[in-house]
């Protein structure tokens, strides 16, 4: 309980593994259990304004553990296609739009037609 007497950082955390962090939470976890039940007994008020920062503790914790699944999942698809949760989000828009490949390619049709009909030029008389 020596970790959760105080907040817990996240930077602390990150340098941490995953089967600690994953003990960790279970301790908060247990701690948040134990206040709870003191919080229905009519326990002390100092102990249950810790109920709030016990549950922001497993948010950072469990925050930790799921950008470090995620950092490993990334490292185990590179140069491959990404799942989509995955993916970087960006917006609805820019997901749609066509890539630049599709841009600038044309139709068999506009190919032909661009070879057998070229742009004019004039020689304008200055």
Do not use: C, W
């Not at 701690?31 to 002390?44: A, F, P, Y």
């Amino acid at each position: 309980m020596s970790s959760s007497a105080n907040k817990v950082r996240a930077s602390e955390l990150v340098t941490k593994k995953r089967d600690e962090l994953l003990k960790q939470l279970d301790e908060l976890k247990t701690e948040l259990s134990q206040l709870r039940v003191q919080k229905i007994t009519g326990g002390n008020a100092s102990k249950l304004t810790r109920i709030s920062t016990v549950r922001k503790s497993i948010a950072r914790v469990l925050t930790v553990v799921n950008q470090k699944t995620r950092a490993n999942l990334r490292e185990l698809y590179k140069n491959k296609r990404l799942p989509l949760d995955l993916r970087t989000k960006k917006t609805r828009a820019i997901r749609r739009r066509l890539t630049k490949s599709e841009r600038t390619s044309t139709t068999e049709r506009a190919t032909k037609k661009a070879i057998h009909f070229p742009k004019r030029r004039y020689a304008i008389k200055a």
